[in-house]
Structure formats: structure tokens, C-alpha cells
């Protein structure tokens, strides 16, 4: 897993990138995520990718439809100028959210998302983003089950790291 940045910074004050990612999240601002994907176009540029790779992105709980995995996806394949195939990775259920999760509980709470992959993934290089990684079971669960219907390789890209409690 390649991480952009960290959420927090050593002072326990959310980083440049921290506050991107809450500002488009939480308070919808659309403008954040656009400076948040082109930084992470920018970066994707300087990173050993494999090649010919697919872009695609975790794909949002029904219940909470937010599309910044998807914009930072679009902006990552655009950058490198690779296919994006945002419905490689299906969810079909709502889950409670992860975090609000114990830790014991979230690979079965993965599991009942009920994520499908599309055929498309075999032999492929796929490079996965995700706006927020916590513990990395949900880009775990998904590398898994890329590996399993084929795909040749999976490169998961994550803009913010955070910590298991927020300070």
C-alpha cells in the first residue's frame, strides 16, 4: 500500500491533506477534492507502478454515497494516462462504517458488504485507490479478492493515513 500522507500530523492537528480529505467528506466542499486529486495525479507520476495498469477505486457503501475514492481515481488514471474502470469492484450491501467498528468485527463486516469483481481483473495490474485507510481491512478484503478472480497484480494508493483514535 503506497500512502500519500498522513491525516494527523505529529501535533495531533489533521495535516494540508488531512483537511482536504475532511473538507470534502464532511462538508461536501467540492473544490477540495479537486486540489486533493490533482495532488495525488501529480504523485501517482512519480511512483514504480506497474505497467499497463486499470485504474479503479473502492467503490462506496449505498448508505453513504461518497464519490472521493472515484475522483481520485479518475484523476490518478487521467495523470497516467491508463483506463479507469470504476465498476471493477462491486458493492452490493450497506455496512456500518469501519471505524465506528471493533476491530474484531471488521473482516466480517467487509465480507457482508458483499464486493464483486468484475472478470475484466484477470491478468490485469490493478491500481486501487482509497481516500482514508484506518486499519487497511477494507483494502485488504479487496486485494484478496482481486488476487482470487486473477488479476496479475494490485497496487493499492491511499491519500491519507489516519489512527485508530482521532486525537
Partial sequence: MLVYAQYWN????????????AA?????????????????????????????????????????????????AAAVATALEVPLVLDLIERRFATERLRDTPMAERPAMADAAGYGVDPIAVGRNIVLLDDVVLTGTTLGHLTQ??????????TPLVAAQTRTTNP
Fill in 10 to 21: 505529529d501535533e495531533g492537528v489533521r495535516s494540508a491533506v488531512g483537511e482536504l480529505v
Fill in 145 to 154: 479478492l482481486l488476487r482470487a478472480e486473477g488479476a496479475a497484480s494490485i
Fill in 24 to 72: 470534502s467528506k464532511d462538508h461536501g466542499d467540492s473544490q477540495a477534492a479537486v486540489d486533493l486529486a490533482r495532488l495525488m495525479g501529480e504523485w501517482a507520476l512519480t511512483l514504480p507502478l506497474p505497467d499497463d495498469p486499470i485504474v479503479t477505486a473502492v467503490p462506496p457503501n449505498p448508505a453513504r454515497p461518497d464519490h472521493l475514492a472515484a475522483t481520485l
